[in-house]
């Protein structure tokens, strides 16, 4: 007997594609609000203040700056991971889990869009 592999429908795939593109969206926004802050964290307004808060305002300034770096790193690789979903909604792969075959549930799959494992295959991991 030979198994029909399993999909999701091209009604689900427009539900997913659309939770998708606004995840995408909200996330470049983020993305651009972190970049400016990086951008902005130059000077915080203490050309005038005492010499040893500006020592802590610079401490605080590379923390800062390195927190926001990884958090545009982050950024970044969610959106890419996102886009690879939009690519799998297109291919009509979506939703399909890498490890087992079977469809990842449509709960898991509207709180982590981008997911390419089941919980399943997600547990065997450990």
Same mark, same amino acid.
């Given at each position: 007997?030979?198994?029909?592999?399993?999909?999701?429908?091209?009604?689900?795939?427009?539900?997913?594609?659309?939770?998708?593109?606004?995840?995408?969206?909200?996330?470049?926004?983020?993305?651009?609000?972190?970049?400016?802050?990086?951008?902005?964290?130059?000077?915080? %307004?203490?050309?005038?203040?005492?010499?040893?808060?500006?020592?802590?305002?610079? %401490?605080?300034?590379?923390?800062?700056?390195?927190?926001?770096?990884?958090?545009?790193?982050?950024?970044?690789?969610?959106?890419?991971?996102?886009?690879?979903?939009?690519?799998?909604?297109?291919?009509?792969?979506?939703?399909?889990?890498?490890?087992? %075959?079977?469809?990842?549930?449509?709960?898991?799959?509207?709180?982590?869009?981008?997911?390419?494992?089941?919980?399943?295959?997600?547990?065997?991991?450990?």
């Amino acid at each position: 007997m030979v198994e029909e592999k399993m999909r999701y429908s091209d009604a689900d795939l427009v539900e997913f594609k659309e939770i998708i593109v606004n995840k995408m969206e909200k996330a470049k926004a983020d993305l651009e609000l972190i970049k400016s802050a990086y951008m902005n964290d130059s000077n915080n %307004g203490t050309d005038d203040t005492s010499p040893t808060f500006k020592a802590f305002e610079e %401490g605080s300034e590379t923390m800062s700056k390195e927190a926001n770096s990884q958090l545009a790193i982050r950024q970044e690789k969610f959106i890419r991971d996102l886009k690879n979903a939009l690519f799998r909604v297109e291919n009509k792969t979506y939703g399909v889990c890498k490890v087992t %075959g079977k469809l990842i549930s449509k709960e898991r799959l509207r709180v982590v869009p981008h997911a390419t494992m089941s919980i399943e295959a997600k547990n065997m991991q450990r």
